[in-house]
């Protein structure tokens, strides 16, 4: 109880923050922070994949980049094309996807499901290189910000500002649906898949269909954050369909932590703020990451977000000790 | 309601089960006793549907199932419990329980409701882990519960899906003599109005429980019959009940 | 024909580096289930570690097996200190590990040696070439297909021959079993993964001359050592030598045909092997 009354303060005080802060702060900070929201969305989309359903993939920036991509040729080939509806046609797009890779996925998991994931990106990456006329290939595609159509009128979505509230705004009531989604059936059928698939199976749940809903609802909140990306920078190119956006979000969820829901929230606004920061110092950033994510992994399993219950049991472990492993993952078979 | 008609199982090149044939009214407790390696987990396996048997035919409630996947013998209200206990050790023992009820309620992809806000499902959650006894444990962890509530929470995920016909699986493997007991009483109490198809060694057990009892040995039954004859059985003696005693 | 021949040369030399590389990674998932994919980064290593080490001492022979050496050792205590910390977390953990190691090692290589190609110039014989089938071949790549059988045929006398080989062989079967007799499972396991970075390492110091080293030789080679060990199965030593042998002339004949869709046609191909038979032609059912 004590505890939901301080997340819900803390969430509120955030949001407002968030709401006010354009009001004193310089631009630059502004897009900086309208990029952790769209990070963000697509790191929550890949953890409810790997923390919550316990499916590890490679290959995630694949929606990311459908969803970008779809988005910057909607803009493109379809004149006076509204905002909305670009991001409504993406997200069909993007869904589409991932009930054809879904059902090719389906059946199987662990290393050769990772395995595929990765072969998934890859192709369609090469897809988005080659298919120049569409895509722009190795140049990419730039685009106009639409407007969004209300009927009456039409608002114009050019400024810094507005898109931060417009993101702030969408992607905050889509991280609140996931929230939400954590604590519904479908949100715990989930969590069963991770904790005992088969089980699940003498248990009447058809694991098939549960994991392939999972991948579709994934894949469709990373092309939401892909529009976005777009929508942002006015640009897409390969990168955001490569296999170097399928590692990035996998940094940012591990350092941030896959065990609780704000974990990736925590490790995109990290990995942002690093590469930003860092790379004004170094061009070896990446290789700080790095070392960042290999002792998280070994370390503190539960990542920055759950830094907290790490120290926690440091200091029961100095009072009794006993061998009590607090691992936070189940093993496989 | 199961027949059970001429199944063979090979795995790669070794004949575990040769000829098994055998019949499990409707709610009668049918135990099936034999060596350890006669293949009664396997069987187990056939009839649950974790594997399919290399020929032979598995019906339930006059339906054919040797081909049907496990959660389709379930939701026709089929359940099984495993020898060593798989239930779901990072949550709760509600949570454990639930998963299986609200299944049968047809909950499970609902991407809008949560579980607990219906008001049947919890009940009946609760009263499930009532029957088994492990209501003072509703919260903890399924890691943290001893050996005998882990047992008596395997049973109680097993029953979460409301079956007509239970297979239990060596359930007092590992058990003290009052735990043993327990568990006896728990088993009749819950399948007072369902069909028992169990495995175990314990020969307490299987004569207090079973109406029917089959022999599995080394691939085949070698008996079928009431508690009674087949421990007249010299048959049965020779191969199982002698070397026993 | 001659040219055919060449070809089938080519793609023999390719598939005696592939075998290197995925034999230690199939020996390693077979036995550990854990599929390293940092295991194209100790190729990258003994590549680079190679062409400092010529430009220290200048002796190449030297280097062929110092390099594999030091990459033994890595790899050994990677295992020892990282892998198994991870492997009581899962196998997700571990997974994941690996796919760690594999980014810092990169990023390493960067951040040493530059992110640019370096050329690795030999002297001597090696860069000469003799005639065959009517055409010069370069020796040199006669010379890594030499290297590749020799170290093939040492692998299976170990393999088959002793003592060593039949428990290696018994923990790629079956690690349960062989811990239940009493052998040092940890100090096998931790043996085979620095041997498999070495061998890895050893490829990466023979094809050091021949193909670029750069810091995407990791990421290149990667993909055909998956397909070899998804195809040949995963586990199965036989399937890798035979993979090898397909992929490297697929490879080799492929760069005839269709030179730009190659990548993307490799990871086509190990998709369509992951959906229709994940077991590959050699490997039990997953």
New interface residues.
């Given amino acids: 109880m004590l505890k939901n009354r301080s997340t819900l303060i803390s969430v509120a005080v955030i949001a407002l923050l968030l709401f006010i802060l354009p009001a004193f702060t310089h631009r630059y900070y502004i897009s900086l922070l309208s990029e952790m929201f769209i990070f963000g969305l697509f790191a929550i989309s890949y953890n409810l994949l790997?923390g919550y359903g316990?499916l590890?993939s490679?290959g995630h920036a694949m929606f990311f980049g459908i969803g970008s991509y779809a988005t910057a040729i909607f803009i493109t080939q379809i004149d006076g094309l509204s905002l909305i509806s670009a991001v409504f046609l993406s997200l069909i797009v993007t869904i589409i996807a991932g009930l054809i890779v879904g059902s090719?996925?389906l059946r199987?998991k662990?290393?050769?499901f990772?395995?595929?994931t990765?072969?998934?990106n890859?192709?369609f990456f090469?897809i988005a290189m080659k298919w120049y006329t569409i895509t722009g290939g190795d140049d990419g595609l730039s685009i106009f910000r639409p407007p969004i159509n209300l009927g009456v009128t039409s608002v114009d979505t050019s400024g810094i500002t507005f898109f931060y509230y417009l993101a702030l705004i969408v992607i905050g009531l889509v991280v609140l649906f996931c929230w939400f989604?954590t604590?519904?059936?479908?949100g715990?059928?989930v969590?069963?898949m991770r904790?005992?698939e088969?089980?699940?199976?003498?248990?009447?749940?058809?694991?098939n269909?549960?994991r392939l809903?999972l991948f579709i609802f994934t894949g469709a909140l990373a092309g939401l954050a892909g529009s976005f990306y777009t929508l942002f920078y006015e640009f897409t190119s390969i990168s955001s369909i490569s296999?170097d956006m399928s590692?990035s979000v996998?940094?940012m969820v591990?350092i941030g932590g896959s065990r609780y829901f704000a974990g990736p929230l925590i490790g995109a606004c990290v990995y942002i703020y690093l590469q930003d920061y860092l790379s004004d110092i170094t061009d070896?950033w990446?290789?700080v990451m790095?070392?960042i994510?290999?002792f998280m992994?070994?370390y503190v399993?539960k990542g920055i977000s759950g830094l907290g219950d790490f120290i926690i049991d440091k200091i029961r472990q100095r009072r009794t000790p006993d061998d009590n492993?607090s691992?936070?993952?189940?093993?496989?078979n | 309601m199961l027949d059970v008609n001429q199944i063979k199982k090979n795995f790669s090149g070794l004949e575990v089960l040769k000829e098994v044939t055998f019949k499990v009214a409707y709610r009668e407790n049918h135990a099936i006793i034999g060596p350890n390696g006669a293949g009664k987990t396997t069987l187990f396996n056939i009839i649950s549907g974790k594997f399919r048997p290399t020929s032979g035919r598995v019906t339930f409630k006059d339906k054919d199932i040797t081909r049907e996947p496990p959660h389709i013998r379930n939701r026709m209200n089929l359940s099984r419990s495993f020898q060593i206990t798989n239930v779901f050790q990072e949550l709760s023992v509600f949570d454990n329980v639930i998963a299986g009820v609200r299944c049968h309620h047809g909950m499970r992809y609902n991407f809008f409701k949560s579980p607990t806000s219906n008001k049947e499902i919890c009940d009946k959650t609760r009263a499930i882990i009532e029957e088994v006894g492990l209501e003072k444990v509703t919260d903890t962890t399924a890691r943290e519960l001893s050996y005998g509530q882990q047992r008596a929470l395997e049973i109680g995920v097993t029953l979460s899906t409301e079956p007509e016909m239970i297979l239990l699986d060596e359930p007092t493997a590992g058990m003290t003599r009052e735990e043993t007991a327990e568990a006896i009483e728990l088993i009749q109490k819950v399948t007072v109005d369902k069909s028992l198809l169990i495995i175990e060694h314990d020969m307490d057990v299987v004569f207090t429980l079973a109406d029917t009892i089959s022999v599995l040995h080394y691939g085949t039954i070698l008996a079928s019959d009431t508690p009674d004859k087949i421990r007249n059985d010299q048959r049965v003696k020779d191969a199982y009940l002698g070397e026993e005693e | 024909m001659t040219d055919l021949a060449v070809f089938f040369l080519h793609g023999l030399v390719y598939a005696g580096l592939l075998f290197l590389i995925s034999s230690g990674l199939t020996m390693v998932f077979g036995m550990m289930n854990v599929l390293n994919l940092a295991h194209a980064s100790f190729y990258m290593l003994g590549a680079y570690l190679s062409y400092s080490f010529l430009q220290w001492t200048g002796n190449f022979y030297l280097s062929l097996i110092v390099c594999p050496i030091i990459l033994f050792v890595i790899g050994s205590l990677i295992q020892k200190f990282l892998l198994v910390k991870a492997h009581k977390y899962g196998h997700v953990h571990e997974l994941l590990v690996t796919f760690g190691v594999a980014y810092v090692i990169t990023e390493l290589v960067k951040w040493i040696w530059g992110n640019f190609p370096l050329g690795v110039n030999l002297d001597g014989f090696l860069t000469e070439s003799i005639t065959l089938f009517g055409l010069p071949y370069p020796i040199y790549r006669l010379f890594m297909l030499g290297c590749a059988v020799l170290v093939c045929l040492i692998m299976a006398f170990l393999l088959y021959k002793t003592r060593l080989g039949i428990i290696v062989r018994a923990a790629v079967d079956d690690h349960g079993m062989v811990n239940a007799l009493g052998i040092n499972v940890p100090l096998v396991f931790m043996s085979i993964f620095g041997l498999g970075a070495g061998l890895s390492g050893f490829a990466g110091v023979i094809a050091g001359p021949l193909l670029t080293t750069y810091p995407g030789m990791a990421a290149e080679i990667l993909v055909d050592a998956f397909v070899v060990i998804v195809i040949g199965g995963m586990g199965s030593l036989g399937g890798a030598l035979v993979a090898s042998l397909m992929i490297g002339e697929l490879q080799s004949f492929g760069a005839l045909f269709f030179p730009k869709l190659s990548l993307a046609l490799m990871y086509l191909l190990m998709a369509i092997v992951l959906v229709v038979k994940p077991s590959g032609l050699f490997g039990e059912d997953l």
């Avoid at chain 1, 691992?327 to 496989?332: A, K, Q, R, T």
Wanted: hydrophobic share 55%; charged share 15%; glycine share 6%.
């Fill in positions: 790997l316990g590890l490679f090719l996925l199987h662990g290393t050769p990772a395995l595929l990765l072969a998934f890859a192709l090469a989604f604590k519904t059936a479908m715990k059928t969590v069963l904790e005992n088969e089980r699940m199976r003498f248990l009447g749940y058809n694991t269909i549960s809903i296999l590692t996998i940094l591990i070896r990446p290789l790095g070392l994510f290999i992994i070994l399993p492993d691992s936070p993952c189940v093993e496989e």
